[in-house]
């Protein structure tokens, strides 16, 4: 078989092997002392709203960023002593890491602000 395909399928794997109990747990709802009960749907603040949005944008970013280093990895494996090939995993690995110092830098920073107009 060739590198590539050998690294398409130890990719594949590796996104099972991280993805599956993911998966797995997203299934699972407790019961246990839980009872349904009527009540107003929560009125939230544009702080709030704010801070939900920056959050599934971060976790977007993460899940980017990580992707990003997996197909660098990908790109070192079936280099095969490519000089070019090399350089070009190796920015997408910078890129990478680029992308996820930024967003933790965003994070903090617009977090900061929030808690300085809003609050808690």
């Known amino acids: 078989m060739s590198k590539k395909i050998i690294g398409l399928i130890s990719l594949v ?4 092997l991280v993805l599956v109990p993911a998966f797995a747990l ?14 107003e749907p929560p009125l939230l603040e544009v ?12 976790g977007f970013i ?5 992707l990003m280093a997996m197909v660098s990895a990908y790109m070192f494996v ?6 070019e090939q090399v350089t070009k995993a190796r920015n997408w690995l910078m890129y990478a890491l680029i992308g ?18 809003y609050g808690t």
């Not at 794997?13 to 099972?16: D, P």
């Not at 996820?100 to 107009?117: H, K, N, S, Y």
């Open 62 to 66: 993460i899940v980017l960023v990580v």
């Open 26 to 39: 997203a299934t699972v709802r407790p019961t246990v002392g839980l009872t349904p009960v009527a009540t």
């Open 100 to 117: 996820l110092a930024v967003a933790v830098l965003a994070r903090g920073i617009v977090t900061l602000v929030l808690t300085m107009i």
């Open 78 to 83: 079936t280099a095969g002593g490519n000089p």
């Open 47 to 58: 702080g709030q709203i704010m801070t939900n949005i920056i959050r599934y944008m971060y």
């Open 13 to 16: 794997a590796v996104m099972g």
